[in-house]
């Protein structure tokens, strides 16, 4: 694990990067109501499965996993439905949803995961 510091809106963060590889870092941020964790990158299936147990693994200090997805550049199916079906497990949110995501899960016929992503 490795440990980041940022500044966001004058307040001091300390950011652990849970996973990294080639094409994506996960972080995890906490805040007083509660951890997020970051997708920055790709995620596709060469690291969906790497991505689920880090995921797991966060969770299992919070209640409810938000996961911010605003920073991803690319998603392939394989990565969509491991981040839909914790949504609609009930274990993660996803917020910041690119336009990108939101219109392939229209396609999909999924839009309806945002609503229990949100």
Do not use: K
């Amino acid at each position: 694990m490795t440990i980041q510091e940022q500044v966001v809106s004058g307040e001091r963060w300390v950011d652990a990067v849970l996973y990294l590889d080639r094409t994506l870092r996960i972080t995890y941020s906490p805040a007083p109501s509660g951890g997020a964790v970051r997708l920055i990158g790709e995620l596709d299936v060469t690291n969906t499965r790497a991505v689920a147990r880090t995921l797991a693994l966060a969770r299992a200090a919070e209640d409810i996993l938000i996961i911010d997805v605003g920073r991803l550049e690319f998603v392939d199916l394989a990565g969509l439905r491991m981040l839909t079906g914790l949504c609609r497990d009930g274990v993660a949110h996803l917020i910041s949803v690119p336009v990108g995501m939101r219109r392939l899960l229209g396609l999909l016929d999924r839009a309806d995961v945002l609503d229990e992503c949100a």
